[in-house]
């Protein structure tokens, strides 16, 4: 199952919690220290809200992915610029899967064999069936 890391507003303490997807979709999250409810969902691996900002809206365009899907490489090096433009956002939470999946990508593996040989990937929020972009 997936796990989902938190911030609590309240009490500022990071914490975890694991929940399949379709529990997670009706759960009420509260802090794990002082029971708040007032927690901010912390960005995890390769996942971008579509509310950032414009730059990143059109990274996220799909017809220009739409192209990238039979070039491995290029989609290796968008998925770089995207990490370094993220990095703040992101920090340490990008995880070891992503440097993975972008190595496989340039050595010009496809996508779809990188996810059958990296099952884990299936269990990251947001990673869905096309490696989470
Ligand atoms: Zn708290």
Redo the contacts with the bound molecule.
């Keep these: 199952m997936p796990t989902y890391p938190y911030i609590?507003e309240?009490?500022g303490?990071p914490f975890s919690i694991t929940l399949s997807y379709r529990e997670y979709e009706k759960h009420k999250v509260r802090?794990a220290?002082?029971q708040?409810e007032k927690v901010t969902r912390r960005i995890s691996r390769v996942r971008f809200a579509r509310s950032e900002e414009s730059r990143l809206d059109a990274l996220a365009d799909p017809a220009m992915l739409a192209g990238l899907e039979d070039d491995p490489r290029a989609m290796a090096k968008m998925m770089r610029t995207m990490s370094s433009e993220m990095g703040d956002e992101i920090g340490e939470d990008i995880g070891p899967e992503f440097d993975e999946v972008v190595d496989r990508l340039e050595a010009g593996q496809k996508p779809e064999d990188i996810e059958k040989e990296m099952p884990d990937l299936g269990d990251a929020p947001g990673m869905g069936g096309d490696i989470g972009i």
Excluded: E, F
């Design positions: 609590c309240d009490c303490k802090c220290y002082c708040s």
